[in-house]
């Protein structure tokens, strides 16, 4: 049978996410897990449906006649999925989760699925599909019954290191001239079947049974509980509460490493071929990060995510990389996946990714600011850590004047970017504060006279006074939605008036019906600039940015409009996409993504409490 004659993934929002702070899956409103790499957010899948078609491995509980609606939700703060598929036969549930394992680090992946009937009766149907090694890799699958010690039975699939053990009321058995394996069954109101799914990376030592009734109340009561250490009660606390849960959900619980997004190739547009593997860490989220989490209560979080990033940068400064993975890896080599189609039919598939060779000045800002942010708030404080940030900005002064590539990661020609020109002067910035403020060793002198450089070339050659706003890169005329991070970082006042202008001139021209907000434009500049083709969508963090930015300029009530309206962009279990397609009112790019969210909860800081990354915030965890 031909890949197209198969069933294709849904729309990038239908899913919803599930993790165990390990991995993620990803379920779709038809029930069916299109996306789960084990054991670890960067292994390789074993359900690849996403970027593929059925056959490329997924996992389907749904009920076998038609569904007029479907409704779902999480429990209450928690990753506990519930989805109730509504027929003319009656109503079906179906709970899906993954156990969260934060302190035990050699825990393995387990995934839980549970039908229940909730009225009249349904005809259940599940097909269970595994293929490893991003759908190249067919598993050799038999059922297993074993009597000592106990009784146990089981479906076991192996390929090479990859293991799945597959537990359940009634397994599903085998379909005649398909590697696939099925079940339908009758589920009445007050019944309910469950399975459970478990990674081993030994096909001689397999993981033992588990009650999946007590899996789902642990994982629940897990998430309840760690929910209660969020402090927020301003508008919108279902959207900070959920982002939040988002990032911790996103946080490999070994290493304290979050990644960009659980997800590889999910294109900016459709057709399109800006597909990029983001189940790394970005050094560029590291302020976000910890201001993200330390504002609202989640202070461990922050601290474990501060000394994953110090491990990861650690070394010789000149190899300072824009990203790493998820334990501090640092080659994240790029290849592409020709078996693929890509999902929508989108290619390349790629995996792996290349921009971490790229020289992206802003990261240097990005990692001074978060340490000094980290100090101020009282964070316990390492010997080594400010003997690594002198040695940064040692080789900063050697590099700082080099144009780059800069914080779009663009594969077209290196410019002096004026995002990284300013992120340049935030490292120095730092620097002297830690110097002054803190009475931290150093040049300050130097780091004084190199950071007032920076700032007045930065005035003199970004500014564009035909444009009558800040531009792009030096000597260029296209606009760019990282403008708007000036005052956020301090570079200058809200209420300066070239700050002012660029607000007015990037909404006239990147802003959409006044919500979202693309990066750059036009297309024909874009195109010249990052040197790949196609359009994107509008980047949702982006559209945050804005709502700051008419925050710090004074305009209260539109940033609170914008951003109640950004809100109500989410998903029905409220989560973001890297962006937004206007034109399809369509989720684009890689889901969920850590940095819509994060820009999400920064917004929330900025209107309703909270400190912003540019305002002296804290000594010894007392305020200022």
């Not at 690849?48 to 703060?77: F, K, M, T």
């Not at 201001?291 to 601290?303: N, R, T, V």
């Amino acid at each position: 049978m031909n890949r197209e004659q198969h069933g294709q993934p849904g729309a990038i929002e239908d899913y919803a996410l599930l993790s165990d702070l390990r991995t993620a899956a990803l379920v779709g409103k038809d029930g069916s897990i299109d996306w789960l790499c084990l054991p670890r957010f960067d292994a390789p899948s074993c359900f690849c449906r996403l970027l593929g078609s059925d056959r490329d491995g997924h996992w389907q509980i749904a009920p076998r006649s038609p569904v007029r609606e479907v409704r779902r939700r999480y429990r209450a703060n928690s990753l506990v999925l519930e989805t109730d598929f509504h027929t003319d036969d009656g109503v079906l549930r179906l709970i899906d989760c993954m156990p969260p394992h934060e302190q035990y680090h050699r825990a393995q992946p387990c995934l839980v699925r549970i039908v229940q009937g909730i009225s009249g009766e349904v005809d259940v149907k599940m097909r269970w599909v595994v293929r490893f090694a991003y759908g190249d890799a067919v598993p050799w699958v038999r059922r297993v019954r074993e009597s000592d010690p106990v009784l146990d039975e089981f479906i076991l699939a192996i390929a090479g290191p990859h293991t799945a053990v597959l537990r359940g009321d009634v397994l599903p058995q085998r379909c005649e001239g398909e590697r696939a394996h099925e079940l339908v069954r009758a589920v009445r109101a007050g019944e309910s079947m469950s399975w459970v799914m478990q990674w081993s990376p030994d096909a001689e030592e397999l993981p033992a049974p588990v009650d999946p009734e007590d899996e789902v109340r642990e994982a629940e009561e897990f998430w309840r509980e760690w929910t209660t250490k969020i402090c927020y009660s301003g508008p919108h606390a279902h959207a900070v509460y959920r982002s939040l849960a988002t990032l911790k959900a996103l946080t490999y619980a070994p290493t304290g490493g979050i990644i960009a997004a659980p997800t590889s190739s999910l294109p900016e547009a459709v057709p399109g071929d800006r597909n990029w593997d983001y189940r790394f860490c970005w050094l560029r989220d590291a302020t976000l990060v910890l201001l993200a989490l330390d504002d609202f209560g989640c202070s461990s979080e922050a601290e474990a995510w501060r000394a994953w990033l110090v491990r990861a940068v650690a070394g010789d400064p000149a190899d300072l990389q824009i990203m790493y993975g998820i334990g501090g890896e640092r080659h994240l080599l790029e290849w592409e996946a020709d078996w693929l189609p890509g999902y929508r039919r989108c290619q390349p598939v790629r995996f792996g990714n290349a921009a971490y060779r790229q020289l992206q000045l802003d990261v240097y800002g990005e990692v001074m600011d978060v340490l000094h942010l980290a100090r101020e708030r009282g964070l316990p404080e390492h010997e080594e850590t400010w003997a690594l940030q002198r040695g940064m900005l040692r080789h900063l002064e050697k590099i700082w004047r080099r144009p780059d590539r800069g914080m779009w990661e663009v594969r077209g020609p290196d410019r002096f970017f004026t995002h990284s020109r300013v992120m340049v002067w935030v490292a120095f910035d730092r620097a002297v504060r830690a110097a002054e403020e803190d009475g931290l060793p150093g040049p300050v002198r130097r780091w004084r006279e190199i950071r007032d450089e920076v700032h007045a070339e930065v005035l003199e050659q970004a500014w564009n006074p035909e444009r009558g706003a800040f531009t792009q890169y030096y000597g260029g005329s296209a606009l760019d939605a990282s403008s708007l991070l000036m005052p956020s970082v301090g570079f200058l006042p809200g209420d300066d008036e070239r700050v002012v202008r660029t607000v007015d001139a990037v909404q006239r021209e990147l802003q959409h019906d006044g919500v979202l907000v693309d990066r750059y434009t036009p297309d024909a500049a874009r195109n010249q600039v990052d040197g790949l083709s196609g359009r994107e969508g509008a980047f949702l963090a982006c559209s945050f940015w804005m709502v700051d930015a008419l925050a710090c300029t004074g305009r209260r009530d539109e940033a609170e409009k914008l951003f109640g309206e950004l809100v109500a962009l989410a998903n029905d279990v409220g989560l973001y996409a890297e962006e937004y397609d206007a034109e399809t009112g369509s989720f684009t790019g890689n889901f969920p993504q850590a940095f819509s969210h994060l820009a999400l909860v920064n917004s929330a800081a900025v209107l309703y409490g909270g400190l912003t990354r540019a305002q002296r915030s804290r000594r010894n965890g007392k305020p200022t």
